[in-house]
Structures are given as C-alpha cells and as structure tokens.
C-alpha cells in the first residue's frame, strides 16, 4: 500500500536524510498526498470519471519523461481501463516535445515568442471525444501555458466540459507538474548524498 | 497585456467563480483564508474544493514555514523565476513584489523581470534562478550540477529542498493563472 506518492516515486525510506528533510515542511508534504487523493480517489466522481483522471495522468506522466511516474500512473490506467492504456501510449510517444514555449500575445512580450507543436491527437476514435478533448488541453498546459485562452476552454465546453470539470481537469494536469517536479529534484538531492540538516 | 511588472494587477477569469451566496462551510475551508473569498481565482477554484484545500496548504507551507531552510525572499524568488520563464505575468508580479519586499533588492528583482531568467545576478541568486529554471523544463533540466551550485552558494540540504519545492509548485500555479483567467490592468474587485 502505498501511503505517500512522492516518496515512492522518489525512493524515499522510512529515517532515511530526505524522510526526516520532509518531515520539517510536513503540512507541504501531507497536503501533496491530499491532493493527490482528492485528485485520483475523491469522495464523488464529479464531472470527471476515475477513468479521465487516470488516462489524462497517464499522458501527462509520459510527456514528463520521468520513468517512475509514468509507470507508476500507466499502471493504475491499467488496473482501471487496460484496455485505454496503448491508445494512451501512442499519445504519449507522439506528444513528446521540449517545453516550456508558447506564443505571447500582442503586446511588450511578442518578440519572445517561441512557436512550436500544437498537439491534435492522432486518434480521437480510440480515445473518445471528451478524452480527446482533454489530452489535447492537458498537452498545451503541460508545454504551453503561456498561450492558453478562453478559446480553449470553449473548445472543451464543445466536448462536454462543464465548468467544473474544466478546473479539476486542470488542477489535475497543474498539479502533476508539480508532483514530478518535487520526486525530480528530491530524487536528484537522495543521488547527491544528503548531508544530515 | 501587459509585460512583466512589479506593479498590482487585476485578474479576470474566463469561467464563472463560485459567487459569494453559493459558498457552504466546506467552501469556506477550502478558502482556508476566509478574505479569499473577494478572489475570483480562489472562487473559481473552489468548484473543486477538497483540490483547493490541499492546494492552499500545500503552497502556504512552503513559502510560510519559518523553521530554517531557505529565507521567504529567496523562496520568492524561486517562484518569480519560475513564473518568468513560464510565461505568467499575474503570478510573476505578485511574487517579484514579496521577493523585492523581503530581500530590499527591487532593482535585481526587476532585472529578472525585464531580461528573464537569463539576467546576471550575484552567484547566490543565480544558483536559484538557474535552478528554478531548469526544474521549469518539460521534462526537467535540473541536474546535479544545480545542487552543487545551490551548496556552493551556502545553501542547506533544507534549503535546497525549499528552492525544489517553492519552484515545483509555481509550475503547479502557474498552470491554473495561465489557463483559467487572464491579467488586467487594474485590480479588480
């Protein structure tokens, strides 16, 4: 059973240096673990299936290229909906670019502009239309944030987004990019050799 | 838009927020501070609110917690070079200020602003910026080479671990800034 995400991403053991690191920001490492529950076990299913929500972080974990995560939120789309799971791969294979980029709108920031992929999934058939939709909204937020708009939301409000799952479908993509950024860094810091703090 | 800016800004969201009378007690909680109920952000969040909750706690802790580690205006900076280099001038100005205020050093806070993650600074200031510029990459940058800066500079494991998280978790703000709403000129209320 695992009972803390990050530290079994990370390969976080019981008093080991980084264990005892955590344990000085203890509400920031509990609250992870909170929102990862309320994200992927909720009380209520909402506006998003457990199904979406494990799909969509299938993808997301892939396009972040971290080996653990991506195995660890592959395997429980694959406890929940194998049969999702090599439609969401080829997503993922497709999908890999190098963020973040994204262009500006007009204004001071212009010349920083950097074009790059706006991702359409290679196939919608297989992954249905709301699904489709999402990993679509979900890849622009994960490498283009600067050039999300309104239109974008309105292009999921087309696929059957309402407005609250719109948030927690972003809180859920927002929040992976935290969570793999934190097993990133923490697993890098456990590499180095932690001196005892 | 604007560009990046140390001044007050408005935000404006592109979905409706929970309006005021809608909000029950477990809203409220997951406001955590009740004066966030006047936000449209944190309003809008709420629609999901045991999210919100853990979100909130989550950021108030790492950027609040004063048992050692890194000092707030680092902390901040971390956050504005995070929200630099994704693009967010909403979560960029209301950071650059709490990193100007706690470390007394608005100029070097605005060069960030104004010619990105890229702008000289002193070496310490340069390990976080630098840092929290490649753990802003997809996939990430951050390498062993970027702790080694950070303790060469004086930097604590504790500390080190602050400048991951504070930096982390603006990729997690950021994200929501970005894509819910959009930045207005003057606050709105």
């Known amino acids: ?197 | 838009m604007t560009g990046f800016t140390q001044d007050r800004l408005g935000w404006t969201p592109w979905l409706p927020p929970l309006a005021e009378e809608e909000l029950t007690e477990e809203h409220h909680e997951a406001l955590v501070d009740r004066a966030r109920a006047a936000s449209p952000y944190f309003l809008l969040l709420a629609r999901d609110p045991a999210v919100l909750h853990a979100r909130t706690k989550t950021d108030n802790d790492i950027f609040h917690n004063a048992d050692g580690g890194l000092p707030r205006a680092e902390r901040e900076l971390a956050a504005t070079a995070t929200s630099r280099r994704n693009g967010c001038v909403f979560c960029a100005s209301v950071h650059a200020r709490f990193a100007s205020h706690h470390s007394k050093r608005p100029e070097d806070v605005q060069r960030l602003l104004d010619q990105g993650v890229g702008a000289p600074q002193d070496a310490r200031w340069q390990a976080v910026v630098d840092a929290a510029a490649a753990l802003a990459s997809t996939p990430s940058d951050l390498g062993p080479e970027h702790i080694d800066a950070l303790r060469d500079a004086g930097l604590d494991d504790l500390a080190v671990s602050d400048v991951i998280h504070a930096a982390a978790f603006f990729n997690w703000a950021n994200r929501l800034m970005l894509s819910l709403g959009e930045p207005v000129e003057e606050a709105t209320r």
């Open chain 1, 1 to 197: 059973m695992i009972t803390d995400v990050i530290d079994h991403l990370a390969g976080i053991t019981p008093g080991s240096p980084l264990d005892r690191l955590r344990d000085r920001r203890p509400d920031a490492r509990e609250h992870a673990q909170r929102a990862f529950d309320a994200l992927f076990s909720p009380d209520e299913e909402g506006e998003v299936t457990l199904v979406e929500r494990d799909a969509v972080a299938a993808f997301v974990a892939g396009l972040h290229q971290d080996h653990a995560a991506a195995g660890f939120y592959t395997g429980r789309l694959a406890d929940l909906a194998p049969g999702l799971v090599p439609a969401v791969s080829a997503e993922v294979a497709a999908g890999r670019v190098k963020g973040p980029y994204g262009v500006y709108p007009d204004g001071p920031l212009a010349a920083e502009s950097e074009v790059g992929p706006r991702y359409r999934v290679h196939d919608p058939e297989a992954l249905g239309e709301r699904l489709t939709a999402a990993f679509e909204h979900a890849h622009l937020l994960v490498f283009r944030p600067r050039e999300a708009s309104g239109d974008d939301l309105d292009a999921l409000a087309e696929h059957g987004w309402g407005p609250t799952g719109v948030v927690t479908l972003s809180q859920l993509v927002a929040f992976l990019s935290f969570q793999t950024r934190v097993v990133a860094g923490l697993r890098l810091l456990g590499q180095k050799g932690t001196a005892t703090s």
